[in-house]
Structures are given as C-alpha cells and as structure tokens.
C-alpha cells in the first residue's frame, strides 16, 4: 500500500485547508485509515481517524468541531477537512492505512502503513 498526502500549505490562522491522501490497492475500502501530525520538537499526535465505510469517526480533543474526516472509497482518497485554524495546528500531517482492522484507530502502533507527509504551516 502506497499513501500519498497533498494539499497542506500556508494559511492564516482562522482559514482552512483540505488535505487529500491517494492509496494504492485494490482492498482500500476495506482498510482503516487516520490522520497524524507531528510538530516541531514534539512527537507525533493523533489528529482523526475513520472506519472502513466512513461511518465512523474519533478525533482528538483538540481538533474536534473543527477538522472533519472523510472517505472517498470509490477514489481511494481520504480527506481532512481542517477549518478555524490555528498556530498550534502547525505541523506535518501523516495519513495512515490499515488492512488488519476496518475499525476506528487512534494509536500510531496500529497502523500498517504511513505516507510521507505535508506540511501546513499557520501563521497568526
């Protein structure tokens, strides 16, 4: 499985950015998929994960209300929709796949396989 992430950038705070991760393989509606950040000097975090069918969600405290995670199985793309956006929210994001479970994930150990990232930088 091959995940790519795309769509980060520069943006004030306030604003929003969508990213986008393309995967590989043909069992992508069966896999788990999440969401990862890691900033400067602090290790990775959780940001949003999402189930094989989209029908479920979990997010972390600190992003719920307004990023909003979302799959596209016919596309092979998962989404991040991020809004009101903040400093803090400064890092480079990971998108994640997992074929063992379809269930919702919230540890990084959990996940099979990871992309290679996109910064999103905001500014205050």
């Known amino acids: 499985v091959q995940l790519q992430a795309s769509g980060g950038g520069l943006v004030q705070a306030g604003g929003s950015l969508r990213l986008s991760c393309a995967a590989s393989?043909?069992?992508?509606?069966?896999?788990?998929m999440g969401w990862f950040r890691q900033a400067p000097g602090k290790e990775r975090e959780f940001v949003a994960a999402?189930?094989?069918?989209?029908?479920?969600?979990s997010y972390a405290d600190s992003v719920k209300g307004r990023f909003t995670i979302s799959r596209d199985n016919a596309k092979n793309t998962v989404y991040l929709q991020m809004s009101s956006l903040k400093p803090e929210d400064t890092a480079v994001y990971y998108c994640?796949?997992?074929?063992?479970?379809?269930?919702?994930?919230?540890?990084?150990?959990?996940?099979?396989?990871w992309g290679q990232g996109t910064q999103v930088t905001v500014s205050s």
């Open positions: 393989g043909r069992s992508f509606s069966s896999y788990a």
């Open positions: 994640a796949a997992d074929q063992t479970y379809s269930r919702v994930l919230r540890k990084g150990e959990d996940y099979n396989y």
């Open positions: 999402i189930n094989w069918n989209g029908f479920s969600t």
